[in-house]
Structure formats: structure tokens, C-alpha cells
């Protein structure tokens, strides 16, 4: 039972542009969501998160926003640099502390 | 400041033999994940320690996998009796508890092939 889906599984963007990502869930039980990149043979590296009672949350490059009543967040990047290539994946759980779900990832490829 | 270590990073076995993984959380860090990964999917939890106590297990978890943090410090995941479909890669995270949000952080992970 996949209760954390992002639908695409590839996002090309040109350099200086914004990437945006989408995620989506279905267990309202959810409170805290996380963003993570993953470059090969390396493990997920934190990016930003947020909690339930925001509706943003910024740092730096790094937006994510999440719509509760849609069930639905994205990350916005801006802008696009070439380092930001990689495998970004959205998870989610109850509880800061808990287990993360994860969605399959978005491969993102930045181009010059 | 010193992530979270795993070790070995691949593990090449033969189906049926035992292996062992190491994990080494960030020091002060006193929550310790287990995932697993395959291609193309996300990493899918197996299993949580806080301090020394295992709190949650996945159903994913079988009775060939056993995980300890028997003082609370470095993790260990075994998994006996190695089958075809444990070739994965599996990855410890680590985070701080106490009040508010704390983000878990993964290690490189060990990569698992099964001959």
C-alpha cells in the first residue's frame, strides 16, 4: 500500500530555471513530511521539511510547500544549478520520530 | 562532525549463507532506522531502535532478519539464511529525540547481491 506517490518519475529543467517536484499522500495521519536527495552509491542526504501546522517552509534554494486539505507538496527549487542533479525523494511520517514512508523518487537532470 | 557509518559498504554472498551489517549513528543521536532499498523504490523501514530498545518491526522483517543495539550506541542487522530476493541495499538512519521536529539522517548504506 503506496501512501506516499510521486507521480513522475523524471523532471528535466535548464540551468537557472525552477524545478519544481510533486508529491502526494494519502494517510491524513501524517504530520511531518521530508525532503531527501540521493546521488548514486551515496544514501539520502536531508534536504528541508516541514510539519503539518505550516503551509511553507524555506531554506535557501529550497521551498516546500504542502497543501493538507489536497493531501499534497512540492518542492521548489530555484535556481536550478547542475549539482542539483540527482534523485529526489519525498517521505513522510507520524510523528517527527516515527518511520518514514517514502515515494519512488524524481530523477531530476539539470541542463546547462 | 562525523555522519552515520556503515559498514561493509557491498556484501557479495552466496544464497543461503548469513551475512552481517554495521551501523555507526551520529554520536549524540539516539534514535537508529533500518531501511531497505531496491531499484527504482524508495527505501522501505524495517526497523527502529531508541536507546538500546527495538520499538517497531515491519512485516517486511522476517524471521531470518534480526536487528540489535545491545548498548544503545552501534547497530547490527543480520539476516540468515540469505535468499535471492534479499539483494538490496540496506540503510541506516539516525536521529536526535527529544521536543520538535528532528530529521533522520541516512549513512552510504550496504549494498547486498546474492549469488
Known amino acids: 500500500d503506496q501512501q506516499v506517490k510521486q507521480n513522475s518519475p523524471s523532471l528535466s529543467v535548464q540551468e537557472g530555471r525552477i524545478s519544481i517536484l510533486n508529491c502526494d499522500y494519502t494517510?491524513?495521519?501524517?504530520?511531518?513530511f521530508l525532503w531527501y536527495k540521493k546521488y548514486p552509491a551515496e544514501g539520502p542526504t536531508f534536504l528541508i521539511s516541514?510539519?503539518?501546522?505550516?503551509d511553507k517552509n524555506e531554506d535557501g534554494r529550497f521551498t516546500v510547500f504542502l497543501n493538507k486539505s489536497a493531501k499534497h507538496l512540492s518542492l521548489h527549487i530555484v535556481p536550478s544549478q547542475p549539482g542539483d542533479s540527482a534523485v529526489y525523494f519525498c517521505?513522510?511520517?507520524?510523528?517527527?520520530?516515527?518511520?518514514?514512508?517514502f515515494g519512488a523518487g524524481t530523477q531530476v537532470v539539470v541542463t546547462p | 562532525d562525523t555522519g552515520v557509518s556503515q559498514d561493509p559498504r557491498h556484501k557479495i554472498t552466496k544464497r543461503g549463507q548469513n551475512v552481517t551489517f554495521r551501523c555507526d549513528p551520529i554520536?549524540?543521536?539516539?534514535?537508529l532506522y533500518w531501511y531497505r532499498q531496491t531499484l527504482g523504490q524508495g527505501p522501505e523501514f524495517l526497523t527502529y531502535?531508541?536507546?538500546?530498545?527495538?520499538?517497531?518491526k515491519s512485516r517486511l522483517l522476517s524471521d531470518r532478519f534480526s536487528a540489535e543495539r545491545p548498548k544503545g550506541s552501534f547497530s547490527t542487522l543480520e539476516i540468515q539464511r540469505t535468499e535471492q530476493g534479499d539483494s538490496a541495499m540496506y540503510l541506516c538512519?539516525?536521529?536526535?529525540?527529544?521536543?520538535?521536529?528532528?530529521?533522520?539522517?541516512f549513512g552510504d548504506g550496504t549494498r547486498l547481491s546474492i549469488l
Open positions: 517521505a513522510a511520517s507520524v510523528s517527527s520520530w516515527g518511520k518514514l514512508q
Open positions: 494517510n491524513s495521519m501524517f504530520d511531518y
Open positions: 531502535f531508541q536507546n538500546e530498545a527495538q520499538l517497531e
Open positions: 516541514i510539519s503539518s501546522i505550516k
Open positions: 554520536s549524540e543521536h539516539n534514535r
Open positions: 538512519a539516525s536521529s536526535l529525540g527529544g521536543q520538535g521536529s528532528q530529521p533522520q539522517h
